[in-house]
C-alpha cells in the first residue's frame, strides 16, 4: 500500500465513555480492520485516538466509534487529520 492509499486521523469521543471497556473495543476494533495507532482515556472523561491505514478502513473505524461498545452512550466525535505515525499494531495507552 503506498502513502496515498493511507490515511491518519486523531479522534475525541465524547459521553459516557469510560468505565464501558470502550479503549478495549477500540483495541479489537481497530485490529480486525488491520488498523496501527493507539487509544487511551483522558482526564477530561474522553476518550482519545490516532488511527491510521487504508482510507476506507480509518473512515469505518470512526463511523464505529459513533456507537461504540454496547454500554457507551457517544455524544461526540471530533476528528482531524494527523501524521501517519508509521507504527506497527494497535495499542492501549495510559490515561493523559
Known amino acids: 500500500m503506498s502513502a496515498v492509499d493511507r490515511k ?3 479522534v475525541r469521543i ?3 465513555v469510560q468505565g ?3 479503549r478495549g473495543w477500540t483495541v ?3 485490529g480486525t480492520l488491520g488498523l496501527t495507532g493507539w487509544v487511551r482515556n483522558r482526564s477530561d472523561g474522553t476518550v482519545e ?3 491510521a491505514g487504508p482510507a476506507d ?3 469505518r473505524m470512526v463511523e464505529a466509534c459513533r456507537r461504540g461498545p454496547p454500554s457507551a452512550i457517544v455524544r461526540d466525535v471530533v476528528s482531524e487529520p494527523e501524521q501517519d505515525p508509521g507504527m506497527a499494531g494497535f495499542e492501549q495507552r495510559p490515561t493523559v
Request: net charge positive; no cysteine; charged share 30%.
Open 8 to 10: 491518519a486521523v486523531r
Open 28 to 30: 479489537d476494533r481497530a
Open 57 to 59: 478502513s480509518v473512515d
Open 14 to 16: 465524547q459521553g459516557k
Open 20 to 22: 464501558v471497556w470502550y
Open 49 to 51: 485516538a490516532l488511527f
